[in-house]
C-alpha cells in the first residue's frame, strides 16, 4: 500500500497545487481583501482550525519559520471571517482546475468517478493524530465533481502531510532543517538559495546548517552525507507508509481504476505548470 499512496500523491497533488500555482486562487482571496499572498496563504489554509492563535498554526504547519504565521495569524481573520477565506480557496481552485482541464473534461464521467474514488479515500482514514486532516474532514464534501476533486485531493494532501510531520519529528529534523533535506534531494546547491528558506535572516540559515553538520546529515560544503541521504529516504518511506490508510477503503481494481482516470488530469494540469 505504500507504493499505492506513492503513486496516487504523485497523481493528486499537481492538482492541490493549482491552489499555489495559477492566479484565480490568489485573485479570490485578493478580492476579499488579503493584503499579501501569504496573508490569504494563511488565513484560508489554517481556516478549518477555527480562529486558534498563532501558536497552533505554527505548530500544524511545521515547517515555516519561528514568527512567520504571526505575522498573518489572526491579523488576517480580523476583518476577513476564516469561512469566507475557506470559501474563496475553494472557488478560486476549481476556477484554476476547471480552466486548465477544459470544459469537456471537466464534465466528463472520468473526472467524476476520480472524484467520487477520491472522496472516498479521503473520507475513510483514521484522524488520530492527524490535525489538518481532522479539521478539513469536518468540513463538508462540495457535491460540484471539480470542487469535489480539489476539496478531498487537498484533504488527502492534508493527511499525508500531518503523518510527513510525525515522520520528521520522529527522525529529529524541524521544519526548516527538513526543507534543506529537501533542496539538497532535489538538487538545489547551495540548499539555503531554496525559495522556501531564503528570505530568512542569515544568522538563522547558519545556525541551522551547523546543526545538520553536527549531526553528520551535511557535509563542511552543505552537501548530502551518505547518512544526511539515508535519513531523508528513511523519512519519505515512512510518510509512504503513514499515508496509505485512506486507499485501504478501495479495492485493487478501484485503485487502478482511480488511477487511470487521473493520469490524463493530471498530465494535463502538469503540462500546464502545476507541479
Same mark, same amino acid.
Given at each position: 500500500?505504500?507504493?499505492?499512496?506513492?503513486?496516487?500523491?504523485?497523481? $493528486?497533488?499537481? @492538482?492541490?497545487?493549482?491552489?499555489?500555482? *495559477?492566479?484565480?486562487?490568489?485573485? #479570490?482571496?485578493?478580492?476579499?481583501?488579503?493584503?499579501?499572498?501569504?496573508?490569504?496563504?494563511?488565513?484560508?489554509?489554517?481556516?478549518?482550525?477555527?480562529?486558534?492563535?498563532? =501558536?497552533?498554526?505554527?505548530?500544524?504547519?511545521?515547517?515555516?519559520?519561528?514568527?512567520?504565521?504571526?505575522?498573518?495569524?489572526?491579523?488576517?481573520?480580523?476583518? @476577513?471571517?476564516?469561512?469566507?477565506?475557506?470559501?474563496?480557496?475553494?472557488?478560486?481552485?476549481?476556477?484554476?482546475?476547471?480552466? @486548465?482541464?477544459?470544459?469537456?473534461?471537466? =464534465?466528463?464521467?472520468?473526472?467524476?468517478?476520480? /472524484?467520487?474514488? %477520491?472522496?472516498?479515500? *479521503? %473520507?475513510?482514514?483514521?484522524? #488520530?493524530?492527524?490535525?489538518?486532516?481532522?479539521?478539513?474532514?469536518?468540513?463538508?464534501?462540495?457535491?460540484?465533481?471539480?470542487?469535489? &476533486?480539489?476539496?478531498?485531493?487537498?484533504?488527502?494532501? =492534508?493527511?499525508?502531510?500531518?503523518?510527513?510531520?510525525?515522520?520528521?519529528?520522529?527522525?529529529?529534523?524541524?521544519?526548516?532543517?527538513?526543507?534543506?533535506?529537501?533542496? $539538497?534531494?532535489?538538487?538545489?546547491?547551495?540548499?539555503?538559495?531554496?525559495?522556501?528558506?531564503?528570505?530568512?535572516?542569515?544568522?538563522?540559515?547558519?545556525?541551522?546548517?551547523?546543526?545538520?553538520?553536527?549531526?553528520?546529515?551535511?557535509?563542511?560544503?552543505?552537501?548530502?552525507?551518505?547518512?544526511?541521504?539515508? %535519513?531523508?529516504?528513511? @523519512?519519505? *518511506?515512512?510518510?509512504?507508509? $503513514?499515508?496509505?490508510?485512506?486507499?485501504?477503503? $478501495?479495492?485493487? /481494481?478501484?485503485?487502478?481504476? &482511480?488511477?487511470?482516470?487521473?493520469?490524463?488530469?493530471?498530465? %494535463?494540469?502538469?503540462?500546464?505548470?502545476?507541479?
Amino acid at each position: 500500500m505504500s507504493q499505492t499512496a506513492r503513486r496516487l500523491y504523485e497523481l $493528486l497533488e499537481p @492538482i492541490c497545487m493549482v491552489t499555489f500555482s *495559477a492566479p484565480e486562487c490568489n485573485e #479570490e482571496l485578493a478580492a476579499l481583501g488579503h493584503r499579501t499572498y501569504w496573508d490569504g496563504y494563511f488565513a484560508s489554509r489554517a481556516a478549518p482550525l477555527g480562529r486558534v492563535p498563532a =501558536e497552533v498554526v505554527h505548530a500544524a504547519f511545521y515547517s515555516f519559520a519561528q514568527g512567520e504565521a504571526a505575522r498573518h495569524i489572526p491579523g488576517a481573520w480580523e476583518t @476577513i471571517p476564516p469561512e469566507a477565506s475557506l470559501a474563496a480557496r475553494l472557488r478560486g481552485s476549481a476556477a484554476s482546475l476547471r480552466r @486548465i482541464v477544459g470544459a469537456e473534461r471537466a =464534465e466528463s464521467a472520468g473526472l467524476a468517478r476520480a /472524484a467520487d474514488l %477520491t472522496a472516498r479515500a *479521503a %473520507t475513510h482514514a483514521p484522524m #488520530e493524530g492527524r490535525v489538518m486532516y481532522a479539521a478539513m474532514r469536518a468540513l463538508p464534501v462540495p457535491s460540484d465533481p471539480v470542487e469535489r &476533486l480539489w476539496h478531498c485531493a487537498t484533504m488527502l494532501r =492534508e493527511h499525508r502531510a500531518d503523518g510527513h510531520i510525525a515522520a520528521l519529528v520522529g527522525a529529529g529534523v524541524g521544519g526548516t532543517e527538513a526543507h534543506v533535506l529537501s533542496a $539538497l534531494a532535489q538538487g538545489i546547491h547551495p540548499p539555503e538559495s531554496f525559495g522556501r528558506i531564503h528570505h530568512l535572516p542569515r544568522q538563522r540559515l547558519t545556525a541551522v546548517m551547523d546543526g545538520l553538520r553536527s549531526r553528520g546529515l551535511v557535509d563542511a560544503e552543505g552537501r548530502f552525507t551518505q547518512e544526511g541521504r539515508e %535519513t531523508k529516504r528513511r @523519512i519519505e *518511506a515512512l510518510t509512504d507508509d $503513514l499515508a496509505a490508510a485512506p486507499y485501504e477503503t $478501495l479495492s485493487p /481494481a478501484e485503485v487502478d481504476e &482511480l488511477t487511470g482516470c487521473l493520469e490524463p488530469l493530471t498530465a %494535463t494540469v502538469v503540462a500546464a505548470g502545476s507541479r
